[in-house]
């Protein structure tokens, strides 16, 4: 499904207020702007969704309260570490549990965060394309219970463009791996032959 004013789905029928207090006690803002509000009732709805948002347009927030409020961990794969850290260290100081898996990470710091994430207690755990598909991430997070997979910066998926990451190519295979679990795919950088690019790899 693709959330942008070019081809976007009827907004489904959900109640947000627990989205939108969420919204104003983690972020301080009183409402949604834009399509962020259809977004994220697709996502808490359990579909899929690729919503092409320009920058600036609170990408992140379409996901992160999805996984907030929805029960398990939300899996966001991110291509660039210090994108990760940010995010993870501004919720941190928001109060939302989240944390990152990447190779600044120390060991130590790694098995506590697998840990969080097998009992519940993390919301969003942030990898790269790279880790995902390296050793046996994979089959670690398979048996952890996944809220969403959140693939940010989704334009790196398409060969057309100059993010391309091959590691993104690959993560269309979530959708067999992790059956039943919502994902989103969010960009600001999609032409018509990116987006269909996007929807085709990503299944």
Known sequence: ML?????????????????REVLGRVWGHADFRGLQAHVVAEVLAGRDVMAVLPTGGGKSVCYQI???????????????????????????QQGVAAARLDSGVPMEERSAIWRAARSGELDLLYVSPEGLAAGSMLERLSEI???????D????????G????????????????????????VTATADARTRDDILASLR
């Not at 929805?70 to 570490?81: A, D």
């Not at 219970?145 to 693939?151: E, M, P, Q, T, V």
């Not at 910066?153 to 057309?160: I, M, P, R, T, Y």
């Not at 590691?167 to 989103?184: Q, T």
């Open 153 to 160: 910066e989704a334009h790196c998926v398409s060969q057309w």
């Open 162 to 185: 100059h993010d391309f990451r091959p590691d993104y190519r690959s993560l269309g295979r979530l959708a067999e791996i992790f059956p039943g679990v919502p994902r989103i795919a």
């Open 66 to 92: 999805p996984a907030i409020l929805r029960p398990g961990v939300g899996l966001v794969v991110s291509p660039l570490i210090a994108l990760m850290t940010d995010q993870v260290e501004a919720l941190k």
């Open 3 to 19: 959330a942008d004013p070019i081809r976007s789905a009827s907004p489904a029928p959900l109640d947000l207020s627990a989205a």
């Open 145 to 151: 219970d996944l809220s969403l997979i959140a693939i």
